[in-house]
């Protein structure tokens, strides 16, 4: 994610870019030198998406908006006080070089190991979040546009068990509501074996 990948007002982001590790031999000499930087970030190729399909935008609630703004006070404290080239990464090392994505997930493997907690992957976040997004009700439409997928289907039928999940539970709470309004006259009585 890169800085100018967030909106102006910070309420959201557009996913331009994917960074993968690959093996140094598969990268054509001509793409192992950094446009930005001019050097070789061994095995790591910035990518764009597939198709136009794979740019889509993810809102960016209040706390994360917070979170980001810190994060890059931070992060221009650290472009002053030592070497940094700047590739307008969101998350980078302490010389503003990428990341390697294998050794976040070990990081935060770890991260989870100390706190713990049951272990998941780094992955395992989206499913959660996908989850709490189901759960609460957003519109599968929108869940679809934040995951990225490119039509609802796929979402629908990844996450099938927890729309089911919710939908039960939504019909048993519209059902609470008609029985909380019902007329005693019309409600069932119990002494008639209804």
Known sequence: MHWSDLDPDQGGLTVRHNLVEISRGSVPPGQRVC???????????????????????????????????????????????????????????????????????????????????????LHDLRHGACSLLLAGGVPIEVVQMILGHAHPATTRKIYLHLIRETTAAQIEHAAELLARHRSPLLSPNPAQGQ
Request: aromatic share 6%.
């Open 35 to 121: 446009s930005v930087c001019g050097s070789e970030h061994a095995g790591l190729v910035l990518k764009g998406p597939k198709s136009r399909a794979g740019y889509w935008w993810v809102p960016l609630a209040r706390p994360a908006q917070a979170a980001l703004r810190r994060h890059r006070h931070a992060q221009d404290i650290d472009k002053l006080t030592g070497p940094f080239r700047d590739h307008d990464l969101v998350f980078c090392g302490p010389t503003g070089d990428p990341l390697r994505p294998g050794r976040v997930s070990v990081q935060f493997a770890d991260h989870v190991q100390a706190s713990g907690l049951p272990a998941i992957r």
